[in-house]
Each structure stands twice: as C-alpha cells, then as structure tokens.
C-alpha cells in the first residue's frame, strides 16, 4: 500500500521508480505521498505495470479517454485508441465504455498498455440496470458490486462521484444553470437520489468505498458530478458545494491510508482558471488536481482539443497536476484513432508548457532553439514533440533552392543571415 508504506518510512519499489523517472530524491517522493499531495495508481492485483507519479512538484501528467459508446462498440477499435494514446505519450488511459461488452473492453485494454488505468465503475452500474429498466433501478449493491469488479481486474484508479450529495443538488435546484448536468455520473446519481429520495450511496456508505480501496490499494478520483458544462454555469453554487463536500472526503480517505486525486470544472472563462485552481488546492489541502480542459469557450467544436489545451496549459500553470486531453470530437461524436492522437499531442504540449514554467524539461526547448539556428533538421525532429508531424510538414513541401533551409525563407533565412553578418562585427 502506497501511502501506508510511504508514512512507515518505507521506500516501496514504485516509489524508487517515481523518484527516479521524476530526477526527484526518494525522501521527498515519500513525503509527499504520505502527505497525500502526490499519488501513484497502482492496482495490487496489476503486474507489469510502468507507474506514474501525479501531483505536486512533479512534470503535469495527461490522461486520454477512450471506451464504447451504445452507436459504436467495437471492442478491438478501443484497444487501439488506447495504445495509439500511450505511443503518443499518454500517461495513464480511462475506459469509459458504456457500449458492447464493457468487461471485455476493459480487460483487453488492461492487457493492452502497461500505463495506469482507470475506469468509472457506476456506468457499468448504470448500464447494466438500463437492460431491465432504467438506470435508476440500480442499486446501492450495484454500484459497490462494479467497483469492486474493476478492482478485482486491476483498474488502478476508479472515478467515484461521491460529492454528489442532496446538498449539492439542493444548490443546483436555488439557481437556474443554462446546461443543468453534463457530467454522466453526476447525472446517474441525480436521476436516482431524486427517484428514491435517498442520500448518494457513495457519499452515505464512503467507509465502505475506502475498505474495497483499502483492499486493493485503488486510488480513488473524487468526480465533479457538478462541473460546469458552459461557460454561463461556471464557479457557481453548486459546484462549489461539490467540492466543499470533496474537500471533507479527502480527508477521511487519508486517514485510512487510501490515495485520492480530485477532479475539476470543465467550462470556465480564461479569468475563472487560477482562481478554480488555487480554492481547489486550499480546500483540498493539496491532493492532486485532475482536470478536463478546462474549455474555455464554448463555440469551437471540431477544435475543442485547442480550447481544451489553452485551458489545461493555464490551469497547469496555477497548480493543477493531471490534465485530462479533449479530443477534436468532443461535444459531436465518439473520436476516432485520429481524434486520439491529436487530443493526446495538444494536451501533452498544453502540459509540457506548464512544465516548463516551474522549471521541468527546459533544456529540450534551449536544444531546440540551438538546432534551429544552426539549420539541424535531424536533432530538430529527434527533438520534437511529434516527430512524424514534423518530418511529414517538411516532406510535403521540401526546399526546392537551398537543402538546408526551409521552404518559407529559403536564402532569406533570417537566422542565417543575421549569424553571417554579426560574425563580422
């Protein structure tokens, strides 16, 4: 167990891993997780798996997103996305199936990569439940019962939406927000709190989330059932009773040795990011912050991984640690292969401009500039984010007068000439 062993004073092979790939002392790594403020996902029952560290002071992590949906279910077709993700440097990957055979999808991909992985149990809850009736027939027992059925197969982080409470919804109902709940989760546990007029079970019965946590040493991902899907709905009441409410679980999950991360808003305005972070990290008292985007406007679809990365690059920057990657099919159809790849490359560059801010990886961009100025194709393409982009840009339209050049400048080459002529002075 992560926590338990960091607080023993103990240095458990993960955390050595953690320390080394992050260039980080294996003291600090262990304080940090003892104190919560970093976490490692790694299912007990998961072998071969290369762990990850998020939070504090480490480089900001990128999670991408694939699973079924009930149009388009093919289980194969997932495995891919997933492995496309991970080759294109994906730290950790969630399956969000809710299409097909969903365990099926699951394991493959747990076969698949060796990344951390994670999953949101109450779907499959949900879904399953729907086959007989409606997803408000699920019941408590359902949802604990696809938790622990994930564990068992070695998910390492699961999303819990446990701040979802009748105070939460109580907030949203004083206010009148222009997309109500986008969250499916959030909408899963609302749909049944308001048909059984009962507490949220992960919320009433979150001992007994922490014992199967316990057991398996599953990280859990505080979800914001409550997040705002618009950039009208942003920073309001009931968001912010949400994570009042993350805020105490953070807490009684610590004190049972269990690692949380918390999730954050989705739509807000540039000006609301900073903001968002810092009360997250106050009132969290410095759990990791995992974030979608956030999207920072709401008129872009087709290129809502770039509003997605404006947002995620910001919210890095005041602090976040996991940046989950928006793809450009976001808000319009389940992505394809492609769609992973380029919401995996603009949050990872979203991601590594953050690192750079605090200090991470800033000799790659000074490497850069180096082999620009000196015309070094080769160490400019070893060097780039995407490789292949690069050299494909350059094949499609090489230089036709000068090889060693571009095909913008040419002999104009502002570089070279500058060199030539202050070489003279």
């Known amino acids: ?3 338990a062993e960091a607080r023993r004073g103990v240095a458990t092979e993960e955390i050595r891993a953690v320390a080394k790939d992050e260039e980080k002392p294996i003291k600090h790594v262990m304080k940090m997780l003892a104190m919560g403020r970093i976490v490692i996902p790694r299912n007990v029952r998961r072998e071969g798996i290369k762990v990850k560290g998020i939070g504090e002071g480490l480089r900001i992590k990128v999670n ?12 194969q077709e997932e495995v891919e996305k997933a492995k496309t993700a991970v080759k294109y440097g994906a730290d ?8 097909g055979d969903i365990d099926e999808v699951r394991r493959r991909i747990l076969r698949a990569v060796e990344v951390p992985i994670g999953t949101v149990p109450i779907y499959q809850a949900g879904v399953e439940a729907a086959k007989g009736g409606s997803v408000v027939d699920m019941t408590s027992d359902d949802i604990f019962n696809a938790i622990r059925k994930h564990a068992d197969d070695g998910v390492d982080f699961v999303t819990v939406h446990c701040g979802v409470t009748k105070a939460a919804v109580d907030a949203l109902l004083r206010q009148r927000r222009l ?6 989760g959030g909408s ?3 749909a049944w709190m308001v048909h059984h007029g009962e507490e949220n079970p992960l919320y009433k019965e979150f001992d007994y989330l922490l014992e199967i946590a316990h057991k398996y040493d599953l990280t859990l991902s505080l979800g914001d059932g409550m997040r705002p ?3 009208a709905d942003a920073s309001d009441r009931a968001q912010f009773q949400e994570l009042l409410t993350l805020g105490e679980l953070v807490e009684r999950a610590w004190a049972k040795d269990v690692q949380v991360i918390v999730e954050g808003p989705g739509h807000l305005p540039l000006d609301h990011i900073e903001a968002n972070v810092r009360l997250q990290k106050s009132v969290c008292r410095g759990a990791p912050f995992y974030v979608l985007g956030p999207i920072v406007t709401d008129i872009a679809p087709g290129y809502d991984h770039i509003v997605g990365a404006i947002g995620g690059a910001i919210a890095a920057w005041a602090g976040a640690d996991f940046l989950c990657y928006v793809t450009p099919s976001e808000h319009i159809c389940l992505p394809n292969i492609e769609d992973v790849k380029e919401g995996v490359m603009a949050t990872r560059i979203a991601a590594h401009a953050a690192d750079v801010v605090k200090g991470i990886d800033v000799e790659r961009d000074a490497e850069m500039a180096r082999a620009r100025k000196e015309l070094n194709w080769t160490k400019q393409f070893e060097l780039a984010i995407d490789p292949e982009k690069a050299k494909e840009l350059r094949r499609r339209r090489p230089p036709l007068i000068d090889p060693t ?3 913008m400048c040419g002999k104009y080459c502002a570089m070279r000439m500058a060199s030539e002529y202050l070489a003279k002075l």
């Open 64 to 75: 991408a997103n694939v699973g079924t949906s009930p149009d388009y279910a093919d289980v």
């Open 188 to 190: 899963f546990l609302i």
């Open 229 to 231: 899907g618009c950039l």
């Open 1 to 3: 167990m992560q926590m």
């Open 179 to 184: 997309t109500d709940v986008v969250s499916r």
């Open 405 to 407: 050049a571009c095909a």
């Open 92 to 99: 950790t990957v969630m399956d969000l199936s809710v299409g």
